[in-house]
Nanobody
Framework: QVQLVESGGGLVQAGGSLRLSCAAS????????MGWFRQAPGQEREFVAR????????YYADSVKGRFTISRDNAKNTVYLQMNSLKPEDTAVYYC??????????????????WGQGTQVTVSS
């Protein structure tokens, strides 16, 4: 049974940093895509970033490019999202997701097969 467990959320001032972690278990994730999404109150879940577990190739939403960095630690089966220069508009519940190996598009939620429970990130102004 696949489990994705996020941690690392919290309250931070604008301009600050947070690092989110996603511990993955239940299968071998080689060749999977691991993604981070976020959802603010009253809004749709939106793509943030993804990484290919095997190659390490990454892809980012324009809104976070240059501020956020996604990475993975194969030995720990953990994916990270380093968030710098945080803005109040980054406030949301952040979700980790995993996608079977497939041709990926630009970040639709429908591309992902497994989801974590989410972790709250609040950025105060």
């Amino acid at each position: 049974q696949v489990q994705l467990v996020e941690s690392g959320g919290g309250l931070v001032q604008a301009g600050g940093s947070l690092r989110l972690s996603c511990a993955a278990s239940g299968r071998t994730f080689t060749n999977y895509y691991m993604g981070w999404f976020r959802q603010a109150p009253g809004q749709e879940r939106e793509f943030v970033a993804r990484v290919n577990w095997k190659s390490g190739s990454t892809y980012y939403a324009d809104s976070v490019k240059g501020r956020f960095t996604i990475s993975r630690d194969n030995a720990k089966n953990t994916v990270y999202l380093q968030m710098n220069s945080l803005k109040p508009e980054d406030t949301a519940v952040y979700y980790c997701a995993a996608a079977y190996p497939k041709t990926m598009g630009s970040g639709s939620v429908n591309e992902y097969d497994y989801w974590g429970q989410g972790t709250q990130v609040t950025v105060s102004s």
